[in-house]
Nanobody
């Protein structure tokens, strides 16, 4: 069974940094686009950053210049380096993979369980 597991969340002061990681466990042959989304209570989940299998990146406007997404295909892991954090960045952060190749066929639209990031002012 393939699962996504995030780590690296926590409490940080404004201006600080955190690095999130998300690893895909289980038998996975190929991984498509990977990304990070975030959500606060009462609001829709919003895009933070995505990275394609070719390494092309895309960022939400509110994080451009502060966050960096990267991936290690050998480790089946996607990272999110978050710098210059602001209280508005406080949210649950979710890892997403749009498509994975597995022994039983493609797995589409996989989400992690989320990791909380809290930025204090």
């Amino acid at each position: 069974q393939v699962q996504l597991a995030e780590s690296g969340g926590g409490l940080v002061q404004a201006g600080g940094s955190l690095r999130l990681s998300c690893v895909a466990s289980g038998r996975v042959y190929t991984i498509g686009a990977m990304g990070w989304y975030r959500q606060t209570p009462g609001k829709q989940r919003e895009l933070v950053a995505t990275i394609t299998a070719a390494g092309d990146t895309n960022y939400g406007d509110s994080v451009k210049g502060r966050f960096t997404i990267s991936r290690d295909n050998a480790k089946k892991t996607v990272y999110l380096q978050m710098n210059s954090l602001k209280p508005d960045d406080t949210a649950a952060y979710y890892c997403h993979i749009d498509r994975m190749g597995t022994p039983i066929g493609p797995l589409l639209d996989a989400w992690g369980q989320g990791t909380q990031v809290t930025v204090s002012s």
